[in-house]
Nanobody, 118 residues
Framework: QAQLVEFGGGLVQPGGSLRLSCASAGITFPMYTVGWYRQAPGKQRELVANIRSSDSINYADSVKGRFTISRDNAKGTVYLQMNSLKPEDTAVYYC????????????WGQGTQVTVSS
């Protein structure tokens, strides 16, 4: 059974850093585009960053230059390094995995809260 589990959320001051991790199980990880979405209260879920099986990367404009996504295919894990955090980055962050050939094979993690506040 496919499973994604996020780690690393928490409370951080503006300008600080956090690193999120998402460990997978039950999927052929290298075959998946993996990424991070976030949802703030009262807002729609939005893409933060994703990385394809080819290692091509997309970032939301709002996080370019501050966040870095990476993947470790051997560990089946995707990371999101978040630097220079702003209060507007506060949201629940969700890990996502979508098969590169069979897009109906898509999975979500349970989400992890990131709060940026002084």
């Amino acid at each position: 059974q496919a499973q994604l589990v996020e780690f690393g959320g928490g409370l951080v001051q503006p300008g600080g850093s956090l690193r999120l991790s998402c460990a997978s199980a039950g999927i052929t990880f290298p075959m998946y585009t993996v990424g991070w979405y976030r949802q703030a209260p009262g807002k729609q879920r939005e893409l933060v960053a994703n990385i394809r099986s080819s290692d091509s990367i997309n970032y939301a404009d709002s996080v370019k230059g501050r966040f870095t996504i990476s993947r470790d295919n051997a560990k089946g894990t995707v990371y999101l390094q978040m630097n220079s955090l702003k209060p507007e980055d506060t949201a629940v962050y969700y890990c996502n995995a979508k098969h590169s050939v069979l897009p109906t094979h898509e999975y979500w993690g349970q989400g992890t809260q990131v709060t940026v506040s002084s």
